[in-house]
């Protein structure tokens, strides 16, 4: 199967900075990439599709100036987390489709 | 927009004894239903799909059932183990848009010994 991977897989920050969180498609090409966050004991929730060469498409409710999301090349897609609070602590998990949703394996994030 | 339901929220089923999910989804361009098994802490597994062309699949103990009229998938674990134990999602999408995935709300399963 296809190999997706996300760097940093666990990260602490303190509220009001920035937090990058990459994502890669290692073995194949992916125009198009998903962003989930998850709290705990809940389910997934769809945060944004992001597009190769073009600007990402937001959920309702998800602050696009707060969440930015850059697709620059096939193989990597960054999620940016602005100014972040402690509400914006949780996992992230990123995602390629390629027949089937290929999920990395997530970023823990805590804000302090 | 699409939206899933799941139930049950937790499931304790006895070693042995078969388990079942059940789904429900609303958009009716939704094309492909996989369902995830996910540990905590880690990503979703994919341990099944199907999709609307076809109304069950069976992998060893793992089967699913979809209803199109109904707009109703179901997942059945025969024979549970210890290491069924986790939390399963459903999932929608419509393949010939964006992909994207829609999930239910998961479901806790403990099998106990």
């Known amino acids: 199967g296809a190999v997706v991977s996300q760097h940093p897989s666990r990260v602490i920050c303190k509220s009001g900075t920035s937090v990058k969180i990459e994502c890669r498609s290692l073995?194949?090409?992916?125009?198009?990439m998903f962003w989930y966050r998850q709290f705990p004991k809940q389910s997934l929730m769809l945060m944004a599709t992001?597009?190769?060469?073009?600007?990402?498409?937001?959920e309702q409710g998800v602050e696009k100036d707060k969440f930015l999301i850059n697709h620059a090349s096939l193989t990597l897609s960054t999620l940016t987390v602005t100014s972040a609070h402690p509400e914006d602590s949780s996992f992230y998990i990123c995602?390629?489709?390629?027949?089937?949703?290929?999920f990395g394996p997530g970023t823990r994030l805590t804000v302090l | 927009g699409e939206n899933v339901e799941q139930h049950p929220s937790t499931l304790s089923v006895q070693e042995g004894d078969s388990a079942v999910i059940k789904c429900t989804y609303s958009?009716?361009?939704?094309?492909?239903f996989p369902w995830y098994k996910q540990e905590l802490g880690k990503r979703p597994q994919l341990i099944i799909d199907?999709?609307?062309?076809?109304g069950e699949k069976k992998d060893q103990r793992i089967a699913v059932t979809l209803n199109k009229t109904a707009k109703h998938f179901s997942l059945h674990i025969t024979e549970t183990q210890p290491e069924d134990s986790a939390v399963y999602f459903c999932?929608?999408?419509?393949?010939?848009?964006?992909?994207?995935?829609?999930f239910g709300t998961g479901t806790r399963l403990q099998v106990t010994l």
């Open positions: 958009d009716s361009a939704s094309n492909y």
């Open positions: 999932a929608a999408s419509n393949t010939g848009t964006a992909s994207k995935l829609t």
């Open positions: 992001s597009n190769e060469g073009s600007k990402a498409t937001y």
């Open positions: 995602s390629a489709w390629r027949n089937e949703q290929f």
């Open positions: 199907i999709r609307s062309n076809v």
């Open positions: 073995d194949f090409q992916a125009t198009t």
